[in-house]
């Protein structure tokens, strides 16, 4: 915080001289520190730890940690995408919910339990482990973009941002087609 200090209106209480807060002075800075970033990261990376993306997808990636501290604002384009976290500035960007994006993925088989298949049950092993994942990231982040970059022909880096006190974080994993 930046006090100042004002001068005493006439009639006030003599030597009397009350503080003025400057709203000019820098942004306040977080709170919370490395440790707790560092937390974040590893529940992420715990969280994601197996998981490997292969919707609509030729082959299987896994997801990885990204973040970029300072940010306060989720990107907009594939300029801003590109600063924050390294992908192509000049390639294709296209954006969707959060939950539109774990939708597929949350998908749990139809019918009692007692009876799936093992197949069927390990489908929702997976979906279980997406629905903490998507969990997991709503706890550390206010909101939330789920970013496509078309890099190349072949592949679309996905990124999983979201905003909260230390900038920009996440998950990216990549899309093979």
Same mark, same amino acid.
């Given at each position: 915080?930046?006090?100042?200090?004002?001068?005493?209106?006439?009639?006030?209480?003599?030597?009397?001289?009350?503080?003025?807060?400057?709203?000019?002075?820098?942004?306040?800075?977080?709170?919370?520190?490395?440790?707790?970033?560092?937390?974040? *990261? %590893?529940?992420?990376?715990?969280? +994601?730890?197996?998981? $490997?993306?292969?919707l609509d997808s030729? #082959? !299987?990636?896994?997801?990885?940690?990204?973040?970029?501290?300072?940010?306060?604002?989720?990107?907009?384009?594939?300029?801003?995408l590109a600063a924050?976290?390294?992908?192509?500035?000049?390639?294709?960007?296209?954006?969707?919910?959060?939950?539109?994006?774990?939708?597929?993925? *949350? %998908?749990?088989?139809?019918?009692? +339990?007692?009876?799936? $298949?093992?197949?069927?049950?390990?489908? #929702? !092993?997976?979906?279980?482990k997406y629905i903490?994942?998507?969990?997991?990231?709503?706890?550390?982040?206010?909101?939330?973009?789920?970013?496509?970059?078309?890099?190349?022909?072949?592949?679309?880096?996905?990124?999983?941002?979201?905003?909260?006190?230390?900038?920009?974080?996440?998950?990216?994993?990549?899309?093979?087609?």
């Amino acid at each position: 915080f930046n006090f100042t200090t004002k001068e005493n209106a006439a009639g006030s209480i003599p030597n009397y001289t009350p503080l003025a807060f400057n709203n000019s002075a820098a942004p306040l800075e977080v709170c919370e520190g490395v440790a707790e970033r560092e937390a974040e *990261k %590893v529940a992420l990376e715990k969280a +994601s730890n197996g998981l $490997t993306f292969t919707l609509d997808s030729l #082959a !299987s990636a896994p997801f990885t940690f990204v973040s970029k501290d300072g940010v306060t604002a989720l990107p907009t384009d594939a300029a801003s995408l590109a600063a924050a976290v390294g992908t192509d500035p000049n390639a294709a960007v296209t954006t969707q919910s959060l939950a539109d994006f774990f939708a597929p993925l *949350k %998908v749990l088989p139809t019918g009692e +339990s007692s009876t799936w $298949t093992t197949e069927q049950k390990a489908q #929702a !092993s997976l979906a279980r482990k997406y629905i903490a994942l998507e969990k997991q990231f709503g706890y550390y982040y206010r909101s939330a973009t789920v970013y496509t970059v078309a890099t190349s022909a072949g592949r679309e880096d996905i990124v999983l941002l979201g905003l909260n006190g230390w900038g920009v974080g996440g998950l990216k994993t990549i899309r093979f087609k």
